[in-house]
């Protein structure tokens, strides 16, 4: 999303290090699945409508081939006729810093935040089973990296999944995103963030309290490994169904989802909890987003809207709500 410039605790908590060590390259042939190229459009969009008012929803999804050129000719339509975009919903935690000296006197608390605290390993903080599988992923994918195993359980995890996903021939899929905000931007589509922010008080406090935390993020570092040792081959057969718009074959092609235990070692620990503003971030970050749709409908004849395939299909999430509000709903086939 365009923004004015500014640190978010977020990205430092959730972006991963570029390794100065060059990883060596694992054997070529992952998977017998070959991962589709070119350009391709994704999913249909799902149609939510008021009287004659329409919000339309595109489902973004991660992880994508890294060699598909995401193109849809049906959201650029839908685009180009909407009064609004409504930005996905998520969390913004701003260190709040209006000047570079406070910046500068609070870099070194950053510069930490992902290792373990009191210098502890990595071997330390998992049980011994699963370290020893760990241990074969990141010979296979990171090499002799030294660093990573100084890095809490989670950020290990992430970094291991990343190069693991590259290597399959992967990305995070959020460049699908990017581009259909810069596509709003050129076509001056007002953008309207759904974000809920929470300015740090105190980000120096803050910052030296969270290096000073535990967090219980063994289940993400737990359920990360389950996944890249057996999944990777349905990461990619769903990686291809996204891409060429099949989400009969989607659906079917259910596997465990680790962020969620990954986040919740964020959202559910009692550092977040001390936080002031964060209090029930899940309820604030779905009921912003909801007012923000609700808004958008009544408004506005053409409405497109960016959620996660996990809000569009789960029981309890974004479009769930919507539904039991009584809106109609058209999805794709």
Not at 23 to 40: C, F, H, K, W, Y
Not at 76 to 96: C, H
Not at 161 to 168: E, G, K, P, T, Y
Not at 321 to 328: D, E, K, M, N, T
Request: charged fraction near 25%; glycine fraction near 6%; charge should be neutral.
């Amino acid at each position: 999303m365009p923004h004015r410039p500014t640190l978010l605790l977020a990205l430092a908590l959730l972006s991963t290090p570029a390794w100065a060590q060059q990883a060596p390259e694992p054997e070529a042939a992952l998977t017998p699945s070959i991962l589709v190229v070119g350009q391709r459009p994704g999913p249909a969009l799902w149609k939510v409508s008021k009287d004659d008012h329409v919000l339309w929803i595109f489902a973004s999804y991660g992880p994508l081939p890294k060699k598909m050129d995401w193109r849809s000719q049906q959201l650029e339509t839908v685009l180009a006729s909407s009064q609004e975009l409504l930005g996905t919903p998520g969390t913004a935690i701003s260190v709040g810093w209006s000047n570079s000296l406070n910046m500068i006197t609070a870099l070194p608390f950053l510069a930490g935040v992902k290792k373990n605290v009191d210098g502890g390993r990595l071997q330390d903080q998992v049980p011994a089973d699963v370290y020893a599988r760990w241990t074969v992923l990141k010979q296979k994918y990171l090499g002799a990296d030294a660093q990573v195993e100084e890095l809490r359980p989670m950020f290990a995890a992430q970094t291991l999944s990343q190069r693991a996903l590259d290597v399959a021939g992967m990305d995070g899929g959020g460049a699908v995103t990017t581009r259909i905000y810069e596509l709003g931007k050129n076509w001056k589509i007002p953008i309207t963030e759904t974000s809920v922010k929470v300015a740090l008080e105190n980000p120096r406090e803050t910052l030296r309290d969270f290096k000073k935390s535990r967090l219980d993020d063994v289940a993400c570092f737990t359920q990360t490994i389950d996944r890249l040792e057996k999944d990777l081959e349905t990461m990619r057969r769903r990686a291809n169904a996204w891409a060429m718009g099949d989400l009969p074959t989607l659906h079917k092609l259910d596997f465990p989802d680790e962020k969620i235990a990954c986040n919740a070692a964020v959202v559910d620990s009692q550092w977040l909890k001390n936080v002031k503003g964060v209090a029930d971030m899940r309820k604030q970050v779905k009921a912003a987003w909801i007012a923000a749709a609700e808004k958008s409908l009544a408004k506005n004849r053409s409405t497109l809207a960016v959620l996660s395939m996990s809000e569009l299909t789960s029981p309890d999430g974004m479009l769930a709500v919507l539904r039991a509000r009584g809106y109609p709903i058209e999805e794709p086939e």
